[in-house]
C-alpha cells in the first residue's frame, strides 16, 4: 500500500511538473486533471488524495491549495528518474465496450455497495453516495418539464427496506426517454436476473470526460421502459436520442404511475465490469442525478450535503420538444424533453 500510494504520488508530480512547465495548456495529462476535478490547476483539499500531512506540509503558502511548485523540488527529481512511473498516467480513452474488465478485478471501495449481491447496509450505501444530497432542480424559465417525485437516497418506497437508488421521474406512459449525453451503450437488461423478473427493463449508458466536458466519467442508467429498447451493447448514442418508452416495468405492485428511474455513478477510472448483471465502474460511486447540472464542485453527496440550501439548487439544460436547447453549449440535459409554457 505504502508502495502504490508512493507510485501515485510519482504520477502525480510527473504530472505537476509538466503542468508547471505548459501551465493551461489544454491536453493535460489525464491523471493530474482528474485530480484537479474543478480544472483551476491546482489540487484542493477535497481534490487530494494522498495523506492529509504531506498536504499540509506541502503546501507552502497555506492557501488551502497544492501548486505544482508547490511539490518538493527533490521528489520532482526523483520522478524524472522513475519513467515506469509515466505509465502510470493512462491515456485518454473513449467510452465504450473496450472498457469493459473482468467482474472481479474492478477496483474500489464501493463495488458491493454498487454490485448490489444483497444485504448491504444502508451506512455503506451512504458511504457509496447514495443519501440525499438536497439539491433541488430549476428548470429553465418557460419551460414545462418533467420532475422528480421521489429523490435520491431516500428510503426506497417499495418491499425492501433499503434506500433509493436514483431518483424517480414521473411522465405519461410512452414518453420518450433520451440520452442525457453523448456516449456509448454499456448494458440492456430486459429486466430478467438471474431466471427472475426484477429491476425492470434498463439501459446504462457509459460517457467519457470528452462527451460530457466533466471531469470523470460518467455512467447513466434508465430503468423501467415500457418496452425492450431498441439499443445494443457498443452503440453510441447521441445527446437528445431516444433510448425508448417510457413505462413502469419491474415496478412492484400497481401503486406506481410510469416513471423513469435514473440512477447516476461517476468514476476516475474508465473501466467497468459486470457483477450480478448489474454495472460496476471500477472505483465508483453513485451521486444524486440532478447534481451532474451543477457549474462547480462538489458533486459528491456528502460535500453537498453541508451546502446551505441556496447553493444546492441546480439549473438544468433541456432539450425542447423541437429538439432546441435551452443552452446552446449544453453536453448533459434533462431525460425527457420538455414543452414551452
Ligand atoms: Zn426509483
Given amino acids: 500500500m505504502k508502495n502504490f500510494n508512493q507510485k501515485i504520488i510519482l504520477a502525480i508530480l510527473v504530472v505537476g511538473q509538466s503542468v508547471f512547465a505548459q501551465a493551461q495548456e489544454v491536453g493535460l495529462p489525464e491523471r493530474f486533471r482528474m485530480m484537479d476535478r ?23 503558502n497555506k492557501d488551502g491549495f497544492l501548486e505544482p511548485k508547490e511539490f518538493p523540488p527533490a521528489l520532482r527529481q526523483q520522478s524524472k528518474e522513475e519513467p515506469s512511473v509515466t505509465k502510470q498516467v493512462s491515456p485518454v480513452k473513449s467510452a465504450g465496450m473496450s472498457n469493459l474488465i473482468e467482474g472481479g478485478s474492478v477496483k474500489g471501495p464501493h463495488r458491493r455497495a ?13 458511504a457509496a453516495g447514495m443519501d440525499v444530497s438536497g439539491v433541488a432542480t430549476v428548470f429553465p424559465d418557460g419551460s414545462k418539464c418533467f420532475g422528480i417525485d421521489h429523490v435520491f437516497g431516500e428510503q426506497w418506497q417499495g418491499p425492501a427496506d433499503t434506500l433509493h437508488s436514483g431518483a424517480d421521474i414521473p411522465a405519461p406512459l410512452d414518453t420518450p426517454i433520451i440520452a442525457m449525453a453523448n456516449g456509448v451503450v454499456i448494458f440492456k437488461s430486459d429486466g430478467m436476473v438471474g431466471g427472475r423478473k426484477s429491476r425492470g427493463t434498463q439501459i446504462v449508458l457509459q460517457h467519457s470526460p470528452a462527451d460530457t466536458g466533466l471531469p470523470f466519467w460518467l455512467y447513466t442508467l434508465y430503468s423501467h421502459f415500457n418496452k425492450v429498447p431498441v439499443w445494443e451493447p457498443g452503440q453510441h448514442v447521441k445527446m437528445g436520442e431516444v433510448l425508448g418508452p417510457n413505462g413502469r416495468s419491474g415496478v412492484p405492485g400497481n401503486r406506481r ?4 428511474h435514473l440512477t447516476m455513478l461517476i468514476s476516475d477510472s474508465a473501466s467497468f465490469g459486470m457483477i450480478n448483471e448489474t454495472v460496476v465502474p471500477e472505483f465508483g460511486r453513485f451521486i444524486d442525478p440532478p447534481a451532474i447540472f451543477r457549474d462547480k464542485p462538489p458533486i459528491d453527496t456528502a460535500e453537498l450535503k453541508k451546502l446551505p440550501a441556496d447553493q444546492r439548487k ?22 425527457f424533453r420538455c414543452g414551452k409554457r
Fill in 257 to 260: 404511475e410510469p416513471h423513469l
Fill in 314 to 335: 441546480v439549473h438544468v439544460a433541456v432539450m425542447y420538444e423541437d429538439g432546441g436547447l435551452s443552452a446552446p453549449s449544453s453536453k448533459v440535459i434533462w431525460p
Fill in 38 to 60: 474543478d480544472g483551476d490547476g491546482r489540487i484542493s483539499r477535497a481534490e487530494w488524495k494522498g495523506p492529509v500531512e504531506r498536504f499540509e506540509q506541502w503546501d507552502a
Fill in 114 to 126: 454498487i454490485g448490489f449481491p444483497g444485504g448491504i447496509s444502508k451506512e455503506d450505501l451512504r
